[in-house]
């Protein structure tokens, strides 16, 4: 074989192996979505919005553990309002999250929630929730977050207990590259 045919044939291999790295690069989140749904793990929540209200179901109760992270790079205060919340099956329970931004500027955050077990995520429904829109805080400020939730009846009776966590992001580097390109297109 000539060094020309072996040049080509190593391009060859290089041009597919950069067309199937992108391939999966763009494959990656459904897989992942599959993936989770498959080994029920990450615990997505996908009930979210308004809820018919039914009478709950007062036989049983449930142990919701409320957990917040932080981010490694994010310095705000987070917590939540209540540790843990006793929750019957189809009743409407409200809490919040508290958050203080103790740096020099403004900060831009995003919570993302996870629970667990991964199995109860489906049974557990967000009405109203601080993780549905950013949380832009002044420095020095504080706020309380929302979240307004129902456990499904449904909810398998071997499950006695859930936690809802959230982990907090700061975004204030993507939304003001947002801003600043949204300004560009303006002028």
């Given amino acids: 074989m000539s060094t020309q045919e072996a040049n080509r044939r190593l391009v060859r291999r290089l041009v597919m192996g950069a067309v199937l790295m992108f391939g999966f ?3 990656m989140v459904p ?3 599959v993936f989770c749904k498959v080994t029920g793990l990450n615990g997505k929540i996908t009930n979210t919005g308004p809820v018919a209200v039914a ?3 007062t036989s049983r109760s449930v142990k919701v553990r409320l957990i917040a992270v932080h ?7 987070f917590s939540p309002k209540d540790g843990v919340l006793r929750v019957n099956p189809g009743e409407m329970k409200q809490t ?3 958050a203080t931004n103790p740096t020099g500027r403004r900060m831009v955050a995003q919570a993302v929630p996870s629970v667990a077990p991964a199995e109860a995520a489906e049974y557990l429904h967000k009405v109203n929730c601080f993780c549905f829109e950013q949380q832009p805080l002044m420095a020095g400020e504080s706020v309380e977050m929302p979240l307004l939730f129902v456990i499904d009846k449904k909810l ?3 499950i006695r207990s859930l ?5 907090l992001f700061d975004i204030s580097p993507e939304v003001s590259a947002a ?6 297109q303006r002028l």
């Avoid at 981010?71 to 205060?77: I, Q, S, T, Y």
């Avoid at 801003?179 to 560009?184: F, G, L, R, V």
């Fill in 179 to 184: 801003d600043q390109t949204n300004k560009e």
């Fill in 156 to 158: 398998p009776e071997h």
């Fill in 163 to 167: 936690t809802l966590s959230y982990t």
């Fill in 96 to 98: 919040a999250f508290m």
């Fill in 71 to 77: 981010n490694e790079g994010m310095p705000w205060e």
């Fill in 31 to 33: 897989l992942y979505d």
């Fill in 25 to 27: 690069g763009f494959a």
């Fill in 55 to 57: 009478p709950a179901d």
